[in-house]
């Protein structure tokens, strides 16, 4: 017996098993199937908590205004905690305004960035 | 007919359990004949092990680069599940105090290599997956290199000593 009578005996007796039963059995013991939209409303989620962070931001810094003095001192007063506070939220949290219309807003200012 | 590649992106993209189904359906026969060879027939394990190679594919498809045909991907998982059942075997054998069983008879028993799928079952592991996935499998040298986890040169080596037993054997048979 030379190698090629190996190889092809080898051929010939290959197991080559094939059925539907197993088919059903390997997707029968698939975990469960994820939602479909799964991604999409986690995103929403986290876009309406944001927003939320983002309002509760800004609703806290007009009743300070509103209740206090008034006046450029109290603006600027507000201004230097409001910016720390919203940029340690979007750290913590992810940005609070959505990119597309951050942007938006920024290239809408005078043009001096 | 849709290559892999395309039930692939339907499954990750969809997780759509139809075209994972039409995967394992074209490549049950390669993984399942595999296991069913080096575990000497036993059927039953041999399926428990395809399935579970089929999972394990399923939960890490993400990570499949297709740089390897995936052919040779899932061969790759299947040789993990194997070595992993025969180091069971060998801890449950240890603690039993007895011969751990690698679905391999033995090599010194005459009467077990009387005829090739009894002479393949008396190869050391490694001959014999080398010999399987190339030869009766069909897969390339290459595709069995990556599907084993060892360098070509090993592959063709593994490959040449279990012909040159293979051809020992038979031939003292056909001898007698």
């Known amino acids: 017996m030379n190698d090629e009578d190996i190889e092809r005996a080898l051929r010939e007796t290959a197991l080559r098993p094939r059925d539907d039963a197993f088919t059903r059995r390997v997707l029968a013991a698939l975990p469960p ?22 309002s509760i931001l800004v609703a806290a810094a007009v009743r300070w205004y509103s209740a206090g003095p008034g006046g450029l001192d109290a603006a600027l007063v507000l201004l230097m905690v409001a910016v720390p506070a919203f940029a340690a939220l979007s750290w913590a949290c992810g940005p609070l305004v959505p990119g597309p219309i951050w ?8 043009g001096w960035r | 007919m849709e290559t892999d590649a395309r039930l692939i992106a339907r499954v990750l993209h969809d997780d759509d359990r139809a075209a994972f189904g039409e995967l394992v359906r074209r490549h049950q026969p390669l993984v399942r004949g595999f296991l069913r060879r080096m575990l000497g027939g036993a059927a039953e394990l041999a399926d428990d092990l395809a399935q579970e190679t089929f999972i394990k594919a399923h939960r ?46 033995e090599a010194e028993d005459p009467a077990a ?64």
């Open chain 2, 60 to 105: 890490a498809l993400r990570g499949y680069r297709g740089g390897a045909q995936f052919s040779s991907w899932l061969c790759a998982i299947a040789t993990n599940e194997l070595r992993a059942e025969w180091r069971r075997r060998q801890r449950r054998a240890e603690f039993l105090d007895e011969e751990p069983g690698t679905g391999r008879t």
């Open chain 2, 113 to 176: 290599t009387r005829d090739l799928a009894g002479a393949l079952a008396a190869l050391p592991e490694t001959q014999r997956a080398a010999l399987v996935l190339c030869y009766e499998q069909g897969l390339t040298h290459e595709e069995a290199a990556v599907a084993l986890g060892c360098p070509l040169g090993t592959l063709k080596s593994h490959i040449s000593r279990g012909k040159a037993r293979l051809r020992e054997w038979l031939g003292e048979k056909e001898e007698a």
């Open chain 1, 103 to 110: 942007r938006r807003l920024w290239r809408s200012g005078p």
């Open chain 1, 33 to 54: 199937r994820r939602h479909r939209h799964g991604r999409e409303m986690r995103r929403s989620v986290e876009l309406a908590s944001r927003f939320g962070l983002a």
